[in-house]
Every structure is written in structure tokens, then in C-alpha cells.
């Protein structure tokens, strides 16, 4: 559903070049994410403080590694051309980086010391939160498609809220649902017998077997 929503945002703003490029970027942002975070909980499961504080310091370690060579590369490589570094807007840039480290520390560190339901539910507040931002500060005008995304990828983050047996839960409610409606209905059965007994016996019918 979360990738439903980016589509259809994509499709608000009109499938040009650039947008199904971005597309096909937060599509594969969405896919790594829900791998890390599936990889995540099978490897370390319920983290307790300490071992998540090392396991966002490697990952931080292995970024600076790998991450920080790719621009390098890119460079040399002619693929990539740097602007002088006065043109470069290192003030968005850090607190860009800022809030990031912020969000990783939250996330990681927030699920240990309180709920996981808790850090949930932030991260599904942050989608109309920038809805928001857009709204005040650049006076963004949202269409219907832009508003059903929003939705939608609001609706995949709370489905992510339900419990691992969810499925088995409904299947058990349902169950329960029409075993008390089958009973009520043997109930109703009885109760119609009975009363068709008692009006027999009351008007003198008497049913003789017969040999």
C-alpha cells in the first residue's frame, strides 16, 4: 500500500523523466528499509540498550566506509561533477544529517526504552506531518490523488501496527462469531418446538403413533 501511495503521487505530479526516477527510488528505499528492518528483529530480536547502541555505531561505521567512496568514485569517474564548496548549502546539508542521526538514535534506542507500538505511531504521524509543512510553508495545494496517497500509505503504516498473528486473530473472532450465531439459531429452534408443544397441548391435540 505504501508503494501504491508513491505511485499515485507520482502520477499527481505528472510521469515525467524525473519522477519515475524518483519513484523507482523510494521503491527501492521502501524494499531496503523493510529488509533491515525484517533482518533486524530475526538477528538481534528484543535489543536491549546496549546492543542496539553498538548495532547503530557498526552501522554508522560501515556507512562512513562504503557510502563515503561512492561520491569519490563518481568523481573521478566523471559521472559526477562537485560545485565549489562555498556553493554548497552546508547548512541544509548538516541539518539534514542532524535530524537523520536524530531519527536512527530514536527509532533504535526509542523501541528499546519504550513501546514498539510508541515509535509506530511517530513514524506514521510524520507522513501527515510533512503533508503539513507543505501545506504552510510552500502553500502546496492537494489534489484528490495527493490526499487518497496520503491515505493510503497512512493505512500501510497502521497495518504494520497489527500483531504478528493478526491473521490466526480474525480467523479465531470470525469462528467465534458463527459458532454463537449457530447457537442462537439451535436456540431459536428449541424455543419454536417448544412453543408449538405448549399451544398443541393447549388446544387439546394430541398426536397418537401410530402402530
Known amino acids: 500500500m505504501a508503494i501504491t501511495g508513491i505511485v499515485m503521487m507520482a502520477y499527481a505530479d505528472g510521469f ?3 519522477s519515475i ?4 527510488y523510494a521503491v527501492g528505499s521502501a524494499s531496503t528499509s523493510a529488509l533491515y528492518k525484517v533482518l533486524f528483529k530475526m538477528f538481534l530480536g528484543s535489543a536491549n540498550f546496549g546492543e542496539a547502541a553498538h548495532f547503530v555505531s557498526t552501522l554508522g561505521f560501515f556507512n562512513l566506509i562504503f557510502i563515503s567512496v561512492t561520491p569519490i568514485i563518481l568523481y573521478f569517474t566523471k559521472v559526477e ?20 542521526l536524530a531519527f ?36 502546496m495545494i492537494f489534489s484528490v490523488v495527493r490526499l487518497g496517497a496520503t491515505i493510503i500509505i497512512c493505512i500501510g503504516f497502521l497495518l504494520m501496527l497489527l500483531p504478528e498473528e493478526w491473521d490466526e486473530i480474525t480467523l479465531r473472532f470470525i469462528n467465534s462469531l458463527k459458532e454463537k450465531k ?8 428449541t424455543d419454536s418446538s417448544v412453543h408449538t408443544r405448549s399451544r398443541s397441548r393447549a388446544n387439546g391435540t394430541v398426536s397418537i403413533p401410530l402402530a
Open 16 to 18: 515525467q523523466g524525473d
Open 182 to 189: 449457530s447457537e442462537d439459531h439451535a436456540d431459536d429452534i
Open 81 to 100: 561533477y562537485w560545485s565549489p564548496f562555498s556553493a554548497v548549502p552546508w547548512g541544509y546539508l548538516c541539518g539534514v544529517a542532524g535530524l537523520w
Open 104 to 139: 536512527n538514535i530514536l527509532v533504535n534506542v526509542g523501541v528499546v526504552l519504550t513501546y514498539p507500538i510508541l515509535i509506530s505511531i511517530g513514524t506514521v504521524l510524520s507522513v501527515p506531518g510533512n503533508a503539513a509543512v507543505d501545506l504552510l510553508k510552500h502553500k
Open 21 to 24: 526516477i524518483g519513484v523507482a
